[in-house]
Each structure stands twice: as structure tokens, then as C-alpha cells.
């Protein structure tokens, strides 16, 4: 079982940048995709971005393309995801989640996630 644990949030204005950083313990985190999920009050969690196992591969929702970048770092056990370009409508909270098997590609974490973090709230408002 992984535990994850994100950081980074915060108020925000529109046009504004944030990092969100997720540290993992538990398993050997190099070999598994990691990724970031939001959940809007009102609406169902969403896909935000994946990352594969040894970062070459990544995956985005439309919505944060060209405005968000995913990254990690094995060393740290460590996954980020800057948002720059930020709007009200990323307003959220965010979670960090972990692929249920090693070794897949990024985009099988939209319908197949193996842990979640607690979350970490992102407001962008003036």
C-alpha cells in the first residue's frame, strides 16, 4: 500500500501560478505512473494529468493543456505539477493518486487508480 501526501496549496489570483507537490512512501515509487485528479464543489472528481513510471510519457486532460506540466522526480519519490495561466474554473481540490499496477502507460490511470492523497485545496480568485 502506498501512502501520498500532497502540499502546495493555496489561494491564488486568475493568471497566477501554484506547484503542487505529492511525496509517496510505501512501495518502490519508480515503478508505477502517478498522476492528478480535481474535484470542483459540485461535480465529480476529474482526470487532470498522469505521468509514466520514468517520466517519459505523459498524459493531460484538454482542459489544462499548455497551462499545466506534470513532472517527478524517483529520487525523491516525489511527483509536481506546476499550473501556470491559472483560472477560476481550476478553483478545486487536488488530488494525487497512484497507478494500481507498475509499468503502465500513463493514460490507463483515467479509469484505474490504486491510491489517492487527502487532497489539497487550489483556490484562483481576485
Known amino acids: 500500500q502506498v501512502q501520498l501526501v500532497e502540499s502546495g496549496g493555496g489561494l491564488v489570483q486568475p493568471g497566477g501560478s501554484l506547484r503542487l507537490s505529492c511525496a509517496a512512501s510505501?512501495?518502490?515509487?519508480?515503478?508505477?505512473?502517478m498522476g492528478w485528479f480535481r474535484q470542483a464543489p459540485g461535480k465529480e472528481r476529474e482526470f487532470v494529468a498522469a505521468?509514466?513510471?520514468?517520466?517519459?510519457?505523459?498524459h493531460w486532460a484538454d482542459s489544462v493543456k499548455g497551462r499545466f506540466t506534470i513532472s517527478r522526480d524517483n529520487a525523491k519519490n516525489t511527483v509536481y505539477l506546476q499550473m501556470n495561466s491559472l483560472r477560476p474554473e481550476d478553483t478545486a481540490v487536488y488530488y494525487c493518486?497512484?497507478?494500481?499496477?507498475?509499468?503502465?502507460?500513463?493514460?490507463?490511470?483515467?479509469?484505474?487508480?490504486?491510491?489517492w492523497g487527502q487532497g489539497t485545496q487550489v483556490t484562483v480568485s481576485s
Open positions: 505521468i509514466s513510471w520514468d517520466g517519459g510519457m505523459l
Open positions: 493518486a497512484a497507478d494500481n499496477a507498475p509499468f503502465r502507460t500513463p493514460a490507463a490511470m483515467r479509469t484505474d487508480v490504486g491510491s
Open positions: 510505501g512501495r518502490t515509487f519508480s515503478n508505477y505512473a
